[in-house]
């Protein structure tokens, strides 16, 4: 078994902010009570009325990350160019 699964297996975890919380009932109000939860509970509400899927704050970032991407990595087809090597003769 996955060692952080055995580490998290006594937490609760929020599915909407994707946070592992204690069961201790001044862990889970601290947490309801944050500005991130309270974002997060007012966005999913929203998707519900409009019947969108939501998706989770830390999740909807990396997605996002991915579909940009680096501008390093592009290709750049360089074959039409003309080369001009100059001798210093």
Same mark, same amino acid.
């Given at each position: 078994m996955n060692l952080l699964k055995i580490i998290y297996r006594k937490q609760l975890f929020? !599915?909407?902010?994707? /946070?592992?919380?204690n069961k201790e009932p001044h862990h889970i109000m601290k947490h309801?009570?944050? !500005?991130?939860?309270? /974002?997060?509970y007012a966005?999913?509400?929203k998707c519900q009325e409009d019947g969108t899927e939501y998706a989770p704050v830390g999740r909807r970032k990396t997605k996002q990350q991915m579909s940009i991407g680096d501008d390093d990595d592009e290709y750049v087809d360089l074959s039409d160019d003309e080369i001009v090597v100059e001798d210093d003769e």
């Open positions: 929020c !599915k909407l902010t994707s /946070r592992h919380l309801i009570e944050g !500005k991130k939860f309270k /974002r997060a966005l999913w509400q």
